[in-house]
């Protein structure tokens, strides 16, 4: 079984590492939130914003172009409708409901590519709670578009200017921030990682991708299961949300796309599985890119989403005992599946979830086996990106 | 017997403890940072092992990790400087550090090499109670080792109790929500806390930090306590010196006066 334990562990992957000052805090969360999560006035809110608000169900969208090139049925997830552009609101929506009902003030969120940030701002405009969101500066630099969105929306963006000044940075400084504001303020984590129990809730707010894909599955193919679902992995919040009703059901295989930057053996990757080993960062122990001395190494990825030397434990825990598949996608296959989407089925993705696209062309499957990739995000806030790289 | 004890033994009052980032200004700077805070007047030496990711430090140590480890620090090169120190500095030493690089060092083998060396106690800030009393009790007892834990205002009197049931050495007060860094003063409600811990009666002495940087907020903690730790603003001292021994003499006397 594939669930988290009592001490927030996925088998040796997770608990709750953090400093003293944030004890208090990771304790009044985890004591609140399964029980506020579960009421009838918790579900009936979170049910109503995620349907007329962020426009749920999002639709799973039988892709046949892709499928006849690709020779297997494949389905798109339509994350990418998502208000906002990506998967990202589900978690902030149900997070914003929970600060509320826990009397907070605040919100502060770390971002990278900047959609969790855009998310997080929209919901506190619709909250009309305070928001603080930290950016790596290079992030800033390279997610424009959203930067200014999070302004429009009333939130301040800064700018995290430690280290390599992208998503890592950001998460640490969104934690000191917490510490330094430990009463009024809740922190919305983007991805299921940090100390237990966000992996899990985040998780849990996600969960409703699979939740509705069994449903959709169901009604287009007169079964729940999948033989594949496929998603990209930075910290892995689109992934666990597609994966979390497939996990014990071994016979749906559970495909994870790294980002491999410039390659693997590059010096400038992400991929987590392929070079990472046991290790802490943010609050919990998980597959970490660090030298042997235990200092944490800066990743790259065209994609500022999976540019993250870590990955949240669940899937440490997925690829430590098998139960998932990882591939890891260099920057220009991803940027190419992008554009090969855009040009077979008129939907340009964002290049987190190019990878996920990619993927098709790593792994092997049957001619009918039934695929569902992961749609996380639309490309718009991409355009940057594409027109310098330039190859369509 | 453990330094630390001693010196709590023999001194009550005004205990001051130095924290500085091994490594920094210089790689081969450690030592004789530790000679000088001794020569100086302090009475504990916090060595901070640098860490790419510090979460619950400021700017000023931020920086000091990133130059300690552009300079070539690692745990591995602390431990080869601190080969024979004992020699040298008898004030009782703590190690600060971060849990990853200590983990993939591994524990046991650096809880035996800090014995070995003359360490007397640690301060993980990121090191879970729990998690210390499944893992990692029974280790840094066996190696002698005083384990620190820290609390804050937001700590609960329940947990503040816990936690000097599993501490042998100090306690760490961090002074306010904050991460590490100099502010000017100490407030009415830094004041009111430290007051609310003075009155618990813990078995185990207790050190103020975070935000101690001069003689005025050293003699105001050190009042409600058995002394103060000065990490950040003690690291700006070192950073822009061309002479560390004169300077650090001036400051730790400056503090203490
Ligand atoms: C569209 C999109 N997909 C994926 C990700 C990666 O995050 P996660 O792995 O948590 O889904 C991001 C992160 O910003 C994103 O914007």
Known sequence: MIRVD???????????????????????????????????????????????????????????????KYGAKIYLKREDLCHTGAHKVNNTVGQIILAKKLGKKRIIAETGAGQHGVATATVCALMGMECTVYMGALDIQRQKPNVERMKILGAKVVPATSGSQTLKDATNEAMRQWINNPVDTHYIIGSVVGPHPYPEMVAKFQSVISEEIKTQLKEKEGRENPDLVIACVGGGSNAAGAFYHYYNVPEVRLIAAEAAGLGISSGKSAATTALGTMGILHGSKTLLMQTEDGQVVEPHSISAGLDYPGIGPVHAHLFDIGRGEFVAVEDEDAMKAGIELSRLEGIIPAIETSHAIHALNMIEYKKDDIIVINLSGRGDKDLDTYIKWGGY | MNRIHTLFQNKQKQVLSIYFTAGFPELEDTVPIMEAIEAAGADIIEIGVPYSDPIADGPTIQDSNMIALENGMSLKKLFSQLEGFREKVSLPVVLMGYLNPIIQYGMEDFCAKCQELGIDGLILPDLPMHQYLEEFKELFEQYGLSNTFLISPQTSEKRISEIDQHSNGFIYMVSSHSITGAKAGISDEQ????????????????????????????????????????????IKIIKDSKDLKADINQYIQSVIK
């Open chain 1, 6 to 68: 009592e001490k927030g562990f996925y088998g040796k992957f997770g608990g709750a590492y953090i400093p003293e000052m944030l004890h208090p805090n990771i304790e009044e969360l985890r004591e609140n939130y399964e029980q506020i999560i579960s009421t009838e006035e918790f579900k009936t809110e979170f049910q109503s914003l995620l349907k007329d608000f962020v426009g749920r169900p999002t639709p799973l969208y039988l892709a046949t172009r892709l499928s006849e």
């Open chain 2, 191 to 234: 004041k009111a806390y430290f007051k609310r811990v003075q009155e618990m009666k813990l078995k185990n002495p207790r050190l103020i930090g975070f935000g101690i940087s001069d003689a005025e907020t050293f003699q105001t903690a050190s009042s409600f306590s058995h002394g103060a730790i000065i990490g950040s603003a003690f």
